[in-house]
């Protein structure tokens, strides 16, 4: 009996192996159609009153007798949802818009100054957007951006999720956010998140008039320099704050630094203080940052803020000995010091500014909702009002 039930596995294996051989080499497995279909990279979203403007970087590959690369064409379609503005793709060019490629969403300041679910729920409703996509908001016209010629990159969604990357994440110079935790924060207790802010910037500065024996080596060769310097690069270092859905305040870029301190894991960040003589710029090889929230008085809470930065040298403002360049962790506590205190009241500002306009970042009422459910209850809309914060900073060697 044992040597017949393993014959009948082999032939039940070897059925299964050709059943799936057929199916490899007979089928596409749905592959996309390139001629049919618009393969949406990224949008953007403005509002007109009750109409919404929908731009869409859509990626149309090229191909030649060399290579086949892949440019992007914007294409603008409006509706009274964004689910029609998306239809009318398909009326204006006979391309159907399929999105499980779009990994990058834009909010025009029209769209940002209203609640932005109007624009992203029907995100949500659909399946075949990544909820990992990511969000950002820019002050004017998300078109306008979108048609940006980049610098750095022939598209420019494509520059601009390098300025979002988890690498500026870690350096601390970005507060990037998805789809999803966005929507995690809009719908807690809370109702609060936050967007980075998307700018353009000019990609180097005017330092002088060209002389006029360089600018006659070659008129080619000026006007190609003429055409990249026009190109902008792009920066997202402010971060929009938000409150059900609306937008409420801005950090500065140090503001985001610190909150980015407090919330994010740091790697190897730069930090620049200004001492009496000279400048330097630590290079923080990671943080700890530790948060409790604790009863303060009869009715108040207290906020407790811990951060502890490993740090190591980065640069000096002034020329140092070759022991002192030699060795990275030689740090003068007189740095250390004055940078615990610097980043001390940033984060404090942060919290104050954040505070102000009832925007809760730092997750006062999802830890009452935690740790102390029967207090939230009966102080739901003061929670947050009446929680004070208390931060400690050590900067510590790298040894």
């Not at 000019?202 to 080596?217: D, K, L, V, Y």
């Not at 004055?338 to 942060?350: D, F, H, V």
């Not at 029967?374 to 009002?385: C, I, P, S, W, Y």
Request: include cysteine.
């Amino acid at each position: 009996m044992r040597k017949i039930h393993v014959k009948n596995t082999v032939r039940y294996y070897l059925l299964l192996i050709f059943f799936l051989s057929a199916l490899f080499f007979s089928n596409d497995f749905g592959s996309t159609d390139v001629q049919k279909t618009a393969i949406v990279v990224a949008m953007g979203i403005d509002r007109e009153d009750s109409t919404f403007i929908v731009t869409t970087q859509i990626a149309v590959p090229q191909s030649s007798k060399q290579e086949t690369s892949t440019q992007s064409v914007q294409i603008v379609s409006r509706g009274k949802t964004v689910g029609e503005a998306l239809e009318e793709i398909n009326a204006k060019t006979g391309w159907y818009p399929k999105l499980v490629f779009c990994d990058l969403i834009i909010l025009g300041e029209t769209a940002k100054n209203a609640d932005v679910f109007d624009c992203l729920d029907f995100f949500l409703r659909n399946e075949y957007l990544t909820d990992d996509c990511q969000l950002a908001v820019f002050d004017g016209k998300a078109k306008d951006l979108l048609n940006t010629s980049a610098l750095i990159d022939p598209s420019s969604s494509s520059a601009m999720k390098k300025v979002l990357s988890s690498h500026a994440e870690r350096v601390g110079t970005v507060m990037p956010n998805t789809l999803r935790e966005f929507s995690i924060g809009y719908f807690s207790e809370s109702k609060s998140g936050y967007l980075p802010i998307l700018k353009t910037e000019p990609q180097q500065e005017n330092i002088g008039a060209q002389t006029t024996s360089t600018a006659n080596e070659s008129s080619d060769n000026g006007k190609n320099t003429k055409e990249s310097a026009d190109k902008p690069v792009f920066s997202a270092r402010e971060t929009a704050l938000f409150v059900g859905g609306r937008w409420v305040e801005t950090l500065t870029a140090e503001e985001t630094f610190a909150i980015s301190a407090v919330l994010s894991k740091l790697r190897l960040a730069s930090y620049s203080v200004n001492g009496e003589e000279q400048s330097c710029t630590l290079n923080i090889r990671r943080n700890s940052p530790k948060i409790q929230l604790k009863t303060w008085g009869q009715n108040g809470f207290s906020l407790q803020v811990e951060v502890v930065m490993t740090a190591g040298i980065f640069d000096y403002s002034a020329s140092q000995p070759i022991d002192q360049i030699a060795d990275a962790g030689d740090v003068p506590k007189n740095f250390f010091n004055l940078a615990e205190k610097i980043l001390s009241s940033e984060i404090e500002r942060t919290f104050e500014k954040c505070r102000a306009v009832n925007c809760d970042v730092f997750g006062v009422r999802e830890r009452l909702v935690k740790y102390e459910k029967r207090k939230l209850r009966k102080k739901q809309d003061t929670a947050f009002q009446d929680t004070r914060i208390e931060v400690k900073v050590h900067f510590q060697n790298v040894r």
